[in-house]
């Protein structure tokens, strides 16, 4: 592996000019970093990340916090931040944190030792003290008082329930999302405001509630309605699912609807009707926000559209 020390002696400098050279501190000419620039290249040298963030007390590596990696929603959000990371030098470490507060603190000291320059978080948790000492970027979760960036969660509740009630529904069930997430929080409290403003029958289940009779097979709480909104598209899988097992035809008894467009929506049967948020985008919009904060810069919460995506669920 080529060092400093190697470069020094490749152009005749020493080991201290070559490191202000190529990371900007403290002065070098224009002429002599070049030449620090130019031999660096023909030599094939590779910093040293690990020595870097030792001795600067920063790095250019970003700790990324995630609840669940088998969501296939949060790889394509990670793919969102990595490349954006990638394209300006950054690189990534990804902590899965199953829920679990011990798991998560357990990254969080992965990352301190690391020297990271910053921790964009989509666990709810991630407010903790123990990184309020970095930059941090919370990603479709929000906590007041901290910098975040999510989709128009309200916007698509909306959209969820006006159109099942545009495609006839009128006995609607929403199945809320875990409740300690705010994103689930907002779909709900969208889809309850068209409902209630129109006059529409509908009720409602608590996402544990669901998993823990669809565990055991009773769809009862499905029952008496003709339309779904589902917090998310794992959980609209699940329902259609269910649907098709006991017979109940969709979307002609039962329409469905759920939310995030996750690639495989459109090849269940029958295709899900969804709302699409641009979770590539979030990730990558998460990233130059950190990288903003990380540089000095002021940074405010953001808010990405969403859209509606018809499908023959409804």
């Not at 023909?42 to 590596?61: C, D, F, G, H, M």
């Not at 545009?166 to 069930?173: F, K």
């Given at each position: 592996m080529v060092t400093l020390k190697d470069l020094a002696a490749e152009i005749g400098v020493s080991v201290a000019t070559v490191s202000r050279a190529l990371n900007s501190s403290g002065y070098a000419s224009p002429e002599v970093k070049k030449r620090v620039l130019e031999a660096?290249?023909?030599?094939?040298?590779?910093?040293?990340?690990?020595?870097?963030?030792?001795?600067?007390?920063?790095?250019?590596?970003?700790?990324?916090?995630?609840?669940?990696?088998?969501?296939?929603?949060?790889?394509?959000?990670?793919?969102?931040?990595?490349?954006a990371a990638m394209k300006n030098n950054y690189r990534i470490i990804i902590g899965n944190t199953d829920h679990d507060l011990e798991k998560e603190s357990k990254y969080l000291e992965v990352f301190d030792q690391n020297n990271c320059a910053g921790i964009i978080s989509a666990t709810w948790s991630s407010s903790r003290d123990e990184i309020l000492g970095r930059p941090l970027i919370l990603l479709d979760r929000v906590v007041e008082d901290h910098i975040s960036v999510e989709s128009d969660n309200m916007k698509g509740g909306r959209l969820q329930a006006t159109?099942?009630?545009?495609?006839?529904?009128?006995?609607?069930?929403?199945?809320?999302?875990p409740q300690n997430y705010s994103s689930f929080n907002k779909r709900t409290l969208g889809a309850e405001e068209i409902l209630q403003s129109k006059d529409v029958f509908y009720k409602t289940v608590d996402y544990d509630e669901m998993d823990r009779k669809m565990t055991h097979q009773n769809i009862d709480f499905l029952m008496d309605v003709n339309g779904i909104v589902c917090p998310n598209d794992l959980v609209a899988y699940r329902i259609l699912n269910a649907l098709v097992d006991h017979g109940i035809s969709v979307p002609e008894k039962v329409k469905v609807i759920g939310f995030d467009n996750l690639d495989f929506s459109q090849y269940v049967h029958p295709s899900l009707t969804t709302i699409e948020q641009p979770v590539y985008e979030?990730?990558?919009?998460?990233f130059k926000m950190l990288q903003k904060l990380n540089e000095g810069g002021k940074v405010e919460s953001q808010v990405m559209d969403v859209k509606l995506i018809k499908r023959k669920s409804t």
């Open positions: 660096a290249k023909r030599l094939n040298y590779k910093p040293n990340e690990v020595a870097r963030a030792l001795n600067t007390s920063r790095s250019n590596i970003i700790g990324v916090l995630v609840p669940d990696i088998s969501n296939p929603y949060f790889p394509k959000m990670i793919r969102g931040i990595e490349d159109h099942l009630i545009q495609q006839g529904a009128d006995r609607i069930l929403i199945i809320k999302g979030l990730g990558a919009l998460a």
